[in-house]
């Protein structure tokens, strides 16, 4: 008896270590996502901006990393990072007090980018994922935010 219980404990905890291990090592992925493109950089940025106004967001701010890079001496392939900002959404959680907690994740960052392999990406953080844990007010608003997002982006991906 005391056999079978040694044997069924160690394999409680290996299953539990090699299950952390593996949560553990797959956690990028699931905390970023990332689309390839069926265009070009110039024509994916471009058709991005058109579906974000489409929707009624804004973009507050775009940095041009391979411009930034360039002016320290670094040569990098075209990155443009996009600051996204839903008024409704922003202002729905920036009216709540406790909620502001979530303020540094605002405005929502999505990435337009080339690869070594010539094609063209747009990331950004799992807003889906990153919004369960919070629970009420936070979890909704950044689901439905999210959710948006990610139609803009797919409508951008062709």
Known sequence: MKKIFLTGLVAFIGGAVISGLLLFYSMDSMMML???SGLGFEDTVEL???NVERAGWTI???HDMREILASHGHAVRPV???ELCSSKYSAEILSLSDER???PLMPCRVAVYEKDDGKTYISRMNSLLMA???GGDISRVMSVAGAETEDIILDSLR
Request: aromatic share 16%; proline share 6%; net charge neutral.
């Open 34 to 36: 990332e689309d390839e």
């Open 48 to 50: 991005f901006r058109k």
């Open 60 to 62: 507050l701010e775009t």
């Open 80 to 82: 443009k990072i996009f």
């Open 101 to 103: 907690i979530v303020s």
């Open 132 to 134: 369960r844990p919070f």
